[in-house]
């Protein structure tokens, strides 16, 4: 019945076993998710006390927070309850252990200094580090009640940590609360239906404990037919049992049968009914005391209660003594302050709601004006603020400001847009109110497209300085192009041009490359692509503005095949002045548009500056793109498994983020990926994820979704339909003046469905078509699978000279999988035409390649054609530096080096598990045991001759 470490809980030692159970495992070094979920007043703080106890038990680090309805939209407020206490505990000599490494991008949470805006993947990048850093030496068990009132912020901390946290010692233990209506749905559901949750719903109490608790809690006998009625009326809720019993006190009611029909009066009240007449009964002081701790919320320093409920402090302390009697309050000491806290969320609810809502939003204004007084936070007032009346003060917009400022400085978008919400409805001065609109919309596009748009056209409205309003613009139109609206974007673009001052180069260019790249995505404004013929001309800026327009120029160039737009790409990027001042720009990608179908050798250094730089930023619209881009320089050079982890890592992005418009770019690759490792199913759920309407809308760069798709129904044997939309994908893309096969091989995918079909003349003009722009453009790549593809069209004789010449195009290039498909197809059609010893050697190399590649598919059709050429397939070169993945090869430099697990782990943004599986390939296929053999092994041609093991030093 009873668990005797625990003797308040009934009935609860199924949910106690197994919390005990799980702290047992974390200090043990074993991570969990435990979430007790159930209605008001069940005992899930109770258990949660458990957890708690059974932690400092064991002598593990235990980390607390409680979810508020008053504090929800207070950026990181539990965050901050869990970690403050432990930084304030923590000697000044190991707090720097604590922030090492990334975890220092979170430190601006916990100060009241302005520094260096953090985005919020920043912060929450280095809030998974803190939680690392405090876990790496002494287990963690954190532990949140009332998850439903949790902040947005601390929510998707919680979410970013889930996937990560069988990599620490940690232990999450959370409360949920069912029927209330949760901050955010969406990243709850995130975290109750993670596959690591233990979830425990305790259940009401039955007759027999209920019997129990009344015993301790009433005087004298309490008789058999009492204790039923009182179970009934409570439903077995433990919480509403005890304000039963505690009514039953303070009304003077027997505990005998004669008073059972009286409990049945008493048992529909709710806990707020049964504490607004237990409070009634206290005096004036005590009622007044308990409101302004109901307003103040949390932990609230009785000083403060006192001045907000008007009285002296000695009179404020009698009131809490006696609240604390009445069992409405608790009266604690709190890091050295004396402070009063509710009993239970819902007396705290119960109280707050016995106040009328004038005299409350009054309550608030007053609390806000206290807390200003005694130097809070800006968040911290507005919390107040938020609830208050709006009258046009200017001081509660200045207050609402400094919030949002802080807000969003701590990586908190979502809870910044809430202040300036607010700020505008008070509303700000006629000479506020256009700089808070702008706010508001720099802000909002990092949490809703459609509300920084309404912002920032109620800014433009306002604003008669032409270089403010072209500035504006530019902002207004970046955010039309990512809701699609390429024409609202084109008129806005275009309406600031007009009225720029002239002299304004740097602003001028950068409005001119917006436009240029709305041709590109819409092929209703070719308008805009002939302006791109003459701004081209243009002599090279050396600005920002300068780099963004030739950037898109670039773009412009490489969809039409023309390769200038590689010298016009590096001059985009020269300095990195795009990383680091526009990252999140158009002008970034368009580069790697024209310079990773280019095969350019350069272009990896500069998608990994600006991965790293948009890891520190903490921005997902930055990192998207460049992940997305690196992922597909992987995939053209045939690292199939880094290549899907970025891929992978760039879909968890996107759906964390108002990213969509990155979807269209993004499914197709991830789908070439996986159709490449013979994961059919999976490259159709990538292509549906796209979440594409039927029919397509007119804009966009929907040909590389419609090239994809083609390949994958040509694969999955639907050849009529694979060609149709191979055709609809070239269609698409000769609508925006596309004929680069290296961007879109719509001709080559559409006459290997003729080739089968049986369609030989057709299938042949449109590969040799194909292949007369692909030498224009020259990349080997894109060359090299031209010349293979005309190979398997072409007559017999024919066949052999295309792909000989594709091999030779591709051999000294970075192309693997494209070179080892070209040796498979000469392999084979050397096999049939007679040659069979000729065409062993190739197809040898083609299964080794294919299989340090991952593609399956092609290393199983090298070995069939192998075997029929009368070869023995040898084991493809599994040891060795050539056999390491990019991934594998780049963790193994960083370990030859000397770095340590942990510091590879904050490098690479990975976890320390991660490098740890990858490590252990490494030595398995090295042949080496330690990271002292590290550095010769990867010189060494071959494998050492030591035994392999795995690896998981630190």
């Known amino acids: 019945m009873t668990d005797a470490r625990f003797p308040g809980l009934l009935e609860r030692e199924v949910e106690s076993t197994a919390i005990q159970d799980a702290v047992k495992a974390a200090s043990q070094g074993h991570s969990g998710l435990l979430l007790v979920e159930g209605p008001a007043g069940i005992g899930k703080t109770r258990l949660l006390r458990v957890a708690r106890a059974a932690a400092d038990e064991l002598g593990l680090n235990v980390a607390r927070a409680v979810g508020s309805e008053l504090e929800r939209d207070f950026a990181f407020g539990v965050v ?140 004298g006998r309490v008789e058999q037919d009492f204790a039923a009625a009182c179970h009934e009326a409570a439903g077995g809720n433990p919480l509403l049992l005890c304000e039963l019993a505690r009514t039953i006190v303070a009304d003077g009611l027997e505990t005998s049968t004669a008073s059972a029909t009286r409990v049945a009066d008493l048992g529909p009240r709710a806990v707020d009914q049964l504490v607004a007449a237990r409070l009634a009964r206290l005096p004036q002081e005590c009622i007044a005391l308990a409101r302004a701790v109901a307003v103040l919320g949390g932990h609230t320093d009785l000083t403060l209660a006192a001045a907000l409920g008007g009285h002296d402090l000695t009179t404020a302390l009698e009131a809490a003594a006696g609240l604390e009697r009445a069992g409405i309050l608790h009266v604690r000491y709190h890091d050295g302050l004396l402070t009063l806290s509710f009993v239970h969320p819902l007396i705290r609810t119960a109280v707050y709601g016995s106040e009328n809502l004038a005299d409350r939003a009054t309550a608030h204004l007053r609390a806000a004006r206290l807390l200003a007084d005694a130097g809070a936070t800006p968040e911290r007032i507005a919390a107040h603020l938020l609830r208050v009346t709006p009258t046009g003060d200017g001081d509660t917009v200045a207050m609402l400001r400094a919030a949002a400022a802080q807000a969003s400085r701590r990586g908190s978008p979502q809870a910044a847009v809430t202040y300036l919400e607010r700020a505008l409805h008070e509303p700000p001065s006629d000479t506020e109110l256009s700089a808070t609109l702008l706010e508001a919309g720099q802000i909002a596009e990092a949490v809703d497209n459609d509300a920084a748009v309404r912002y920032l056209r109620q800014a433009l409205a306002l604003t008669a300085d032409p270089l403010s309003r ?132 350069a272009v990896i250094q500069s998608i990994e500056t600006a991965i790293a730089q948009a890891y520190r930023r903490g921005a997902v619209r930055d990192l998207v793109p460049a992940l997305a881009y690196r992922a597909l320089a992987r995939l053209r050079r045939g690292d199939l498994a880094a290549a899907e982890a970025d891929a992978r890592e760039c879909e968890t992005a996107i759906d964390s983020s108002a990213m969509a418009v990155a979807r269209p770019f993004l499914g197709p690759f991830l789908a070439h990926i996986l159709l490449e490792q013979g994961r059919t199913a999976e490259a159709e759920a990538a292509l549906t994820w796209m979440g594409l ?105 024919d066949g052999l000279e295309f792909l000989r010449e594709a091999v030779k195009v591709l051999e000294n290039s970075s192309a693997r999988l494209e070179h080892a498909k070209a040796l498979a197809h000469l392999g084979a059609a050397l096999r049939r035409a007679g040659h069979r010893r000729d065409a062993s050697p190739h197809l040898r190399q083609a299964l080794d390649l294919a299989t340090r590649c991952g593609a399956s598919p092609l290393a199983e059709f090298a070995r069939d054609e192998l075997k029929a050429a009368g070869g023995r397939p040898r084991r493809p070169e599994l040891t060795g530096p050539g056999s390491l993945t990019f991934s594998e090869s780049r963790i193994a430099e960083l370990a030859a080096g000397g770095a340590t697990n942990r510091q590879i782990a904050q490098d690479l943004y990975v976890t320390v598990k991660t490098v740890e599986v990858h490590l252990s390939a490494v030595y398995r296929k090295l042949g080496i045991t330690s990271r002292a053999q590290l550095p010769a092994a990867l010189r060494s041609p071959r494998p050492a001759n030591a035994p392999s093991r795995s690896v998981g030093a630190r």
């Open 693 to 797: 309407p039927d029919p397509l809308p007119p804009n966009g760069p929907l040909f590389f979704y419609l090239e994809a798709q083609a390949r994958l129904l040509r694969t999955q044997g639907h050849l009529r339909h694979a060609l149709h939309t191979a055709l609809a994908a070239g269609d698409r893309f000769a609508a925006l003046d596309g004929s680069n096969p290296a961007i879109c091989g719509w001709r080559t995918e559409a006459a290997q469905c003729l080739h089968i079909l049986d369609r030989a003349d057709e299938a042949r003009a449109l590969a040799a078509e194909e292949l007369t722009f692909a030498r224009r453009w020259g990349a080997p790549w894109a060359l090299g699978r031209a010349l293979r593809v005309n190979g398997l069209v072409a007559a017999k004789d």
């Open 80 to 219: 901050r309850q869990l970690f403050e206490p432990l930084l304030a505990r923590t000697e000044h000599s190991e707090q720097d252990a604590l922030w090492e490494g990334p975890a220092s991008q979170a430190q601006e949470i916990f100060t009241t200094t302005t520094g260096l805006t953090a985005g919020d993947f920043a912060v929450l990048h280095g809030l998974y580090w803190l939680t690392a850093n405090t876990s790496h030496n002494r287990p963690l068990v954190v532990v949140v009640d009332d998850l439903q009132w949790c902040d947005i912020p601390s929510l998707r901390y919680l979410v970013y940590l889930l996937p990560r946290i069988e990599d620490l010692s940690l232990l999450i233990v959370i409360a949920l609360r069912t029927g209330e209506t949760p901050t955010d749905a969406l990243l709850l559901q995130q975290i109750t239906a993670n596959p690591v949750v233990q979830v425990l719903r305790p259940r009401p109490l039955s007759a027999l404990a209920t019997a129990l608790l009344l015993d301790r809690a009433l005087p």
């Open 470 to 601: 072209a500035e504006i613009a530019r902002l207004l139109g970046q955010l039309f192009l990512l809701l699609g609206q390429f024409e609202k974007a084109a008129a806005v673009w275009s309406e600031a041009l007009a009225e720029l001052p002239p002299g304004q180069e740097d602003l001028a260019r950068r409005l001119h490359a917006g436009l240029i790249n709305l041709g590109v995505l819409a092929p209703g404004l070719a308008h805009l692509r002939a302006k791109a013929s003459q701004l081209r001309d243009l002599p090279f800026h050396d600005s920002l503005g300068g780099r963004e327009l030739v950037g898109l120029i670039a773009c412009w160039e490489a969809c039409r095949g023309e390769p200038m737009a590689i010298g016009h790409a590096h001059a985009a990027l020269s300095d990195d002045i795009l990383i680091t001042q526009a990252p999140g720009g158009s002008a970034l990608p368009g580069a790697y548009f024209a310079l990773v179908p280019a095969d350019d050798a």
